[in-house]
């Protein structure tokens, strides 16, 4: 049977009443899916592009997340503890001290500094601590005490971590530091959210009787500077020129021969060596320490973790018993 043209025409097509409800219900649904997204903070591109949801205004990007605990102010350290690769006990052990401490309002890194290995065996062992956990910074340079080792970390630094994906600078501050201090991450914070980030030098001042930071230079036992010095360190001929010698007094060589660090802060008495023996950089330890120099043995370690109680809020398990 053959069916009437004009019949067949009504029957494919809808009615004006019933498409303008399609239409009306089709655009209030692509507006409560661009309130939703708005909402939400979440990008649904292709459905903004179908829908041109231009109603709703949503600011965020990706590029500015920032992890929940963390905002655009935080402090951003970078602290390099100058050791040796064979060095494998000591870098596990100061993991732990470190990996316990959250300051708040801080991002802290922690890294290790060496220079080239020259055995197989750190070749295997170091790829497996880099793998296991990215704090490992590796020098192009040989293994040296004072001729050149501090510059070659200094100076390697802007090349290695500026970046235009990252924040700038990458690190409001750096840190020098030994292997054998223990450093309070949340005094070190504390003390230095009133300072300036440009043109900082900060530490516990040489020599010892003295409270004066412009007198000499800062102990080598944990200096910090601003980034912006990190970035002339990099490209000065004064520092590039003058490598040999004590590090820490060559470090502050630079400072005064290159009018720099005009911010200095010394931190003294809250960083001083381990209280062995009574001399002018030492006494007992009290609350407001920042950092413990010279614990070169565990003995010294372990006296210094009780009298900071930093085992206080472990948490009662049935896993284990520690009166």
Known sequence: MTMNPNLQQVMMKPTKPGRRRFIISSFFFILFLCAVASINEVQFGNLLKFGSCTFFSNNSSSASFLPLNSTS????????????????????FLRMIYGTQSPA???VDIKFVFCN????DQKVLVALEIMRYD????????????????????????????????????YHY???????????????VESLRPLPREDLYYGYVIPCGSMNPF???????????????VEWVSVSEISRNHLEGSEDRV????????????????VKWAMYNYPDRPTACTHELWPDT????????????IETLKYFNVTQNLKPSKLYHIP
């Open 73 to 92: 102010d935080d402090i951003r350290i970078l602290i390099g503890i100058l050791t040796l690769p064979d060095q494998y006990h000591r870098r596990h």
């Open 105 to 107: 309002g801080a991002k």
């Open 117 to 120: 290995l020259t055995k197989e």
């Open 135 to 170: 704090d490992i910074i590796i020098l192009n340079c040989t293994e040296n005490m004072n001729q050149g080792k501090t510059y070659t970390y200094f100076s390697s630094l802007p090349e290695m971590l500026n970046s235009t994906e990252g924040p700038s600078p990458p």
């Open 174 to 188: 750096v840190m020098k530091a030994d292997d054998d201090i223990y450093l309070r991450l949340d005094k070190l």
């Open 215 to 229: 007198h000499h230079y800062m102990s080598g036992m944990g200096y910090l500077v601003s980034w912006d010095i």
């Open 251 to 266: 470090f502050g060589d630079w400072m005064r021969w290159g009018k720099r660090g005009k911010n200095r802060h010394t």
């Open 290 to 301: 920042i950092g413990v120099h010279l614990l070169k043995k565990q003995e010294k370690w």
